[in-house]
């Protein structure tokens, strides 16, 4: 495989309960040392988990439609937008009608789950890495 090109076959799917995630470029593909980029699909009525990561990352509405929740905030995206979420920011990640982004984050960034009872153990997530 040449460190220009990261081929179709050679993209990986990560199916969570709340989307599915395909990893477009990442360290264990080749060509990259510090950053991924990847593809969610949220199907409609989906809702993933409250979380942060200790790397900012860039997420880019390419269909449909959806809200983050972040910190205190929400911000409502459809086709086109792009949201910024900084390092440390509580984030959730819903769609009403289904969405599909495409993400670009460090990749060795670290997700911390956070529930009522605080934060859980941070994880690398199979589809950053």
Same mark, same amino acid.
């Given at each position: 495989m040449s460190d220009l090109k990261i081929a179709r076959s050679?993209?990986?799917?990560?199916?969570?309960p709340n989307a599915s995630m395909t990893t477009l470029a990442s360290p264990t593909q080749g060509g990259t040392t510090t #950053?991924?980029?990847w593809r969610v699909s949220m199907r409609?009525?989906?809702?993933g988990p409250q979380h942060s990561f200790d790397g900012e990352q860039a997420w880019h509405v390419l269909d449909g439609a959806a809200t983050v929740a972040v910190d205190d905030e929400t911000v409502d995206l459809s086709a086109g937008d792009?949201? #910024?979420l900084h390092?440390?920011?509580a984030r959730r990640v819903s769609t009403v009608s289904g969405a599909?982004?495409?993400v670009t984050g460090l990749a060795g960034a670290l997700a911390t789950p956070i529930s009522p009872e605080g934060p859980?153990?941070?994880v690398s997530p199979p589809w950053i890495g």
């Open positions: 050679d993209t990986r799917v990560t199916e969570t #950053v991924s980029l409609a009525g989906q809702q792009t949201v #910024v390092a440390g920011a599909e982004f495409v859980g153990e941070p």
